[in-house]
């Protein structure tokens, strides 16, 4: 891959033409990650400069209900300036690389006090080549917003960024859902929460060559509270890594962390989640839990917390686990008469369940836990 | 119905049961007493199915069938149940599913048809007020957060719904207080018929009375030393084991 040549390619609103600019020379002067970076150890990146990629346009299709307004980066590119001030200075390569070919997108505004009536459903689908779309989400005061982010790609390589910037006193519901199967998947996403906003975030993998989810929470006003909900689901040789930073910048707010992976084949995974609790945080409450059911031998996870702590009046707890399918538990059920196949399907099935129960709206939880089970049957006979 | 003829059996190279002979026919109740690790449980998970005991030598007929080459689901499903002395707690399934899912491939196994979610329910409630249980519990998961009487309780509660035709009751009564083990024994005495029968472990007399046997076997050290009818386990609970070891002996 040339990636000067294809940088040089970029094009766009003219609003965004420098920062499009200086993104890319930050960008070329970094380079992609080194597996020797700490925080890319597990995840190697490199075989995307062997490749040749295609710049390609996503397709996003929004269904917005009324009182969320959704416009095109491009007819909005006045209003994202602002929200994108810091993005060339951004250290995430692929982060960076989203912004210096900065195009596709949306603007999504929630005015202060609105009451949509239903979720705002995106789908972005994309083939084949390079997409990097960007979301940038502005939530006002004392609203809600369900979003539905659903990522459907095929092949191809898919580096999205998302951006939330939630006000005070909203709730935010964000799913994000990435059904892919031989791509590569490298996502963002940044949410920044104002004083008692509740933001909860489910990422929901069911696998892809590579994917990577690199997820930042900013808890800035008080009695903020951060909710991250994370299944993934990966067999073959298929890769997962999501890394997790939740920053606890003031005092006074919470964040629970319920990550779970269910891993067969030779699928390896990354659980990292670090927590950060600034000097001033006092009262912080901070709880991170990542499991982990291991289908094969073969099968690898690293889970690492990372918990940063300057406040002393803290409450800051953590545990991971990895395991395989509990023998007395499949045992009770065959001894009920169930077979050996539908018992291990019920107990990955309720293992994978416990996330999935915790998606608000019930027509899309009876979905995603659909999804699941569709998943199920292929992982276990890889695996049996 | 069960023949069990010179069972030798363990775990880990670990000899637990060193020849064990007992026949057990339709329409009768077997209890099975015997100090602690003397083998009781290994002997109701082997016929259970459960497969990290490893059969040296001996064989189990169960109905002409060779017990021990069926699969846990297959000996279910032709009638095997084994009340557990320690039920399992699984997270995330709920009772009501579970019981569900068990039954109707017991039903498939056995060629009927399976129940759908009303006819099911019409039915367990039947069952549940059998065993004075709560509905609540049926809509928690498996076991979990049960007090130790409760999982009891919702092991014969499994049993009223599947009707087994050879049941294994491993200490089911240990854990539940006076009035429990009434709601429990009569649930038993209620489900026996001429054509099922039943082999109740257990280390007091007390749930003998409600749930009379027609046998009374003393395991000892992976071996039955005494078998005879209910005046045993009285002697038991007044000599103790020591008493009949040496008796035996
Ligand atoms: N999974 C196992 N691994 C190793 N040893 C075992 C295992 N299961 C049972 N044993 C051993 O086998 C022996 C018999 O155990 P078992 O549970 O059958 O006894 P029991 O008669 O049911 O005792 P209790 O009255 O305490 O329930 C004990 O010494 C026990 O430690
Ligand atoms: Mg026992």
């Known amino acids: ?384 | 119905m069960l023949e069990i003829r010179n069972l030798k059996a363990g775990i880990d190279g670990k000899t637990i049961l060193k020849g064990i002979d007992l026949t057990v026919n339709a329409g009768e109740v077997h209890a099975i007493m015997g100090p602690n690790g003397s083998g009781k449980s290994t002997l109701a998970q082997i016929i259970a199915g459960r497969e990290q005991f490893e059969v040296s030598s001996g064989s189990v007929k169960y109905d002409e069938k060779d017990l021990l080459e069926l699969a846990p689901e297959e000996r279910a499903c032709a009638g095997i149940f084994m009340a557990f002395q320690y039920p399992v707690e699984i997270p995330g399934v709920s009772n009501s599913y579970f019981l569900r899912s068990a039954l109707n491939s017991q039903r498939r196994a056995r060629g009927e048809q399976e129940l759908d979610a009303f006819e099911f329910l019409t039915f367990i409630q039947e069952r549940m007020a059998l065993l004075n249980l709560h509905e609540e519990l049926l809509n928690r998961p498996v076991n979990e957060g049960f007090s130790g009487g409760e999982k009891k309780r919702n092991e014969i509660f499994q049993m009223a719904v599947l009707e087994p035709q050879l049941a294994v009751l491993d200490e089911t009564d240990s854990g539940l207080d006076i009035d429990a083990l009434r709601v429990v024994a009569s649930g038993i005495n209620s489900l026996r018929r001429e054509d099922n029968a039943t082999i109740v472990v257990t280390h007091y007399q007390r749930l003998l009375n409600y749930v009379v046997p027609d046998f009374v076997h003393v395991l000892v050290d992976g071996r039955i030393v005494r078998s005879g009818d209910q005046q045993l386990a009285l002697d038991l609970e007044e000599h103790g084991y020591d008493h009949i070891i040496a008796q035996a002996a």
């Open chain 1, 1 to 384: 891959m040339d990636w000067k040549a294809l940088l040089a390619s970029a094009d766009g609103p003219p609003e965004l033409a420098a920062l499009r600019t200086a993104a890319s020379a930050h960008f070329l002067d970094r380079g992609l990650p080194s597996t020797r970076d700490e925080r890319w150890r597990y995840t190697d990146t490199n075989f995307l400069t062997q490749q040749e990629l295609e710049l390609l346009r996503p397709v996003i299709k929004a269904d917005a209900p009324a009182g969320v307004r959704v416009r095109p980066l491009e007819e909005a590119a006045d209003a994202a300036v602002p929200l994108l001030a810091a993005e060339a200075d951004m250290t995430h390569p692929f982060r960076l690389l989203n912004t210096a070919l900065l195009r596709d997108g949306l603007l999504v505004e929630v005015e202060d006090n609105a009451k949509p009536e239903r979720e705002l459903l995106l789908t972005i689908t994309t083939t084949s080549g390079l997409a990097v779309p960007r979301l940038l989400v502005v939530v006002g005061e004392n609203t809600q917003l369900t979003l539905v982010e659903r990522y459907r790609t095929d092949g191809g390589t898919c580096l999205p960024v998302t951006q939330f910037s939630v006000g005070s006193g909203s709730r935010v519901e964000h799913l994000r859902i990435h059904h892919g199967s031989n791509d590569v998947h490298i996502g963002c996403v940044e949410v920044r929460q104002q004083r008692d906003s509740l933001v909860t975030n489910h990422l929901l993998t069911f696998g892809g060559r590579l994917v990577r989810n690199d997820l930042q929470f900013h808890l800035l006003g008080s009695g903020a509270e951060a909710r991250l909900n994370g299944l993934y689901l990966a067999d073959g040789e298929q890769h997962v890594d999501n890394h997790t930073t939740i920053e606890h910048a003031v005092p006074h707010c919470d964040s629970r962390e319920t990550y779970r992976g269910i891993l067969g084949g030779k699928a390896s995974a990354v659980f990292n989640g670090r927590v950060h609790v600034h000097p001033d945080a006092q009262r912080t409450d901070a709880q991170q839990s990542n499991q982990n059911l291991l289908l094969t031998d073969d099968a690898i996870i690293h889970t690492k917390p990372e918990l940063e702590i300057y406040a002393d009046d803290v409450k800051c707890t953590h545990g991971a686990t990895v395991g395989q399918l509990d023998r007395e538990a499949l045992f009770y059920l065959r001894s009920r008469g169930l077979a050996y196949d539908e018992a291990r399907r019920m107990l990955v099935d309720s293992f994978a369940a416990e996330i999935v129960r915790r998606i608000t709206d019930e027509s899309l939880r009876d979905e995603l836990a659909e999804t699941v089970i569709a998943r199920l049957p292929g992982m276990l006979a890889e695996a049996a």
